[in-house]
């Protein structure tokens, strides 16, 4: 137990150990942050194609947006990873953070898409019906009555879409990038702490303290939205 | 005010209407019963094409019902429905305004106004920024009959508008559509209140497996049913 208190001195103590962690956690962050922003992107366009009504322009839009969830959703995140890495974007040079931001944005539009796809379907058909029944047009009746329940039901779900994702980017370390499992990895290794459990202990709190940061914002954007739920 | 000819509605190869004619003229106070699953709330979710009909034409006041002037008609054709299907993320007061301001029938302070008094009229002044899951029953179908109000409809469909309500509620919403009746205005209304109908109808029709079977004047059609299919029903719910 005192081996793991110092252990955790040495490694806040050590500027090189501090900064490795720092580097690593920011590399996390930015691919998440940028994965996620064309996750929501990606999946919004797919589940408006997927909901929207079958007519002739939508035939080929609503084959393709099927095949997508279904291939992303049905094949390993770390195999998608090596796929755009060593084949897709296997160019020299090529900046391997955009490449690992397209693989977990295209990933996580997929699961987007079906979390935006089941909340605006679990909006009761008689809410739509009341718009067009008192002459709304169909934009009108997405915009006003539909799509802010939607919104009620995707939150939650969206919330543990974004987490997956921010700890998900973990396996990037398994292509070479330096983020914050790799840095851990990296400063328990024999050249540098030669001990593994405290630096992962504290990539392992990183990790924690985003998701719990994130947890209670989407709780606290939850709360605001349910006030019509509410028997005043 | 509605005429409509050999409307067809299938659901795949479920056959719900299979041919109806039928006119309505303006004042008239209609009444479709019949059994549950013979088509009456289809046939009445056609006439604001809630439903697409498969085939057949829908008039209103001469001009074909089409999907090119469905919003203007559903102005005119106002619709109230089982689940009544209050607007939940709008306050009353929102839901009795949205179509009017949008719609540009009204500004917004002038749809307020209108809509104060209507909450007014139905004892529920109190409820105006409240949200619908507040509501009991019977307040939501009342808000839901003066939101269609808001428009200024020639015609009223109603949907069992008392199906999903407890006794108590019935009679309050009851009244509601009796005011309007009384006021002149056209009304069509699937129920199974008889004696609602027999009280407010100027003619019933009843509906049995996708057809018109009978029509007739209430006095008539209840005391003297003339085909062997509605005395059975009769027999049954009277």
């Known amino acids: 137990m005192n081996d793991f208190f110092q252990k955790l001195g040495e490694l806040f103590t050590t500027p090189a150990y501090v900064e490795s962690l720092w580097h690593g956690f920011l590399l996390t962050m930015q691919i998440s942050f940028f994965a996620i922003i064309i996750g929501l992107i990606i999946g919004t366009i797919v589940a408006l194609i997927d909901t929207a009504k079958p007519n002739k322009w939508l035939i080929v839009p609503k084959f393709i947006s099927r095949v997508y969830t279904t291939v992303i959703r049905g094949t390993p995140m770390a195999l998608q990873l090596f796929i755009m890495f060593f084949a897709i974007f296997a160019i020299r040079g090529f900046p391997q953070i955009i490449t690992a931001i397209l693989a977990f944005g295209l990933n996580s539009g997929a699961y987007t898409a079906e979390v935006i796809r089941s909340g605006i379907q679990s909006v009761d058909k008689g809410q739509t019906e009341a718009g067009l029944a008192l002459g709304l047009s169909q934009y009108t009746i997405f915009k006003r009555i539909v799509a802010p329940q939607a919104i009620k039901n995707i939150i939650p779900a969206l919330g543990n879409e974004i987490i997956t994702v921010i700890k998900e980017t973990a396996i990037v370390s398994m292509v070479g990038m330096y983020d914050l499992n790799q840095a851990a990895k990296d400063i328990g290794s024999g050249q540098n702490m030669s001990s593994y459990l405290v630096p992962m202990f504290v990539a392992a709190l990183f990790y924690l303290a985003v998701v719990y940061f994130i947890t209670f914002i989407i709780k606290r954007i939850e709360k605001g939205l349910r006030k019509s739920d509410l028997r005043s | ?238």
Request: glycine share 6%; with cysteine; aromatic share 6%.
């Open chain 2, 1 to 238: 005010m509605i005429s409509v000819h050999n409307l067809k509605k299938e659901f795949g190869k479920n056959k719900v209407l299979k041919g109806i004619d039928f006119e309505l003229e303006e004042g008239e106070r209609v009444v479709i019963l019949g059994p549950s699953g013979s088509g009456k709330s289809t046939f009445l979710r056609c006439i604001n094409r809630m439903e697409e009909p498969t085939s057949g034409k829908i008039s209103f006041n001469g001009t074909e019902i089409t999907d090119k002037n469905i919003g203007k008609m559903r102005q005119e054709i106002g619709m109230v429905f089982q689940h009544f299907n209050l607007i939940n993320n709008l306050t009353v007061m929102e839901n009795l305004i949205l179509a009017p301001v949008i719609l540009k029938i009204m500004d917004q302070p002038a749809a307020e106004k209108r809509a104060r008094e209507l909450l007014k009229h139905i004892d529920l002044s109190n409820k105006e920024n409240a949200y619908p899951a507040s509501l009991s029953g019977g307040q939501k179908q009342r808000v839901a009959i003066i939101r269609a109000m808001m428009l200024s409809p020639k015609i009223l469909l109603f949907d069992e508008p008392t199906s999903a309500l407890d006794p108590e509620s019935i009679g309050d919403v009851l009244s509601l559509i009796r005011e309007l009746a009384n006021n002149g205005m056209t009304i069509m209304i699937v129920t199974h209140e008889m004696n609602f109908a027999k009280e407010i109808a100027t003619r019933i029709v009843f509906i049995d497996q996708g057809k018109i079977i009978e029509e007739g004047k209430p006095s008539e059609f209840f005391a003297h049913p003339k085909t062997p299919r509605v005395k059975e029903f009769l027999d049954k719910v009277l």
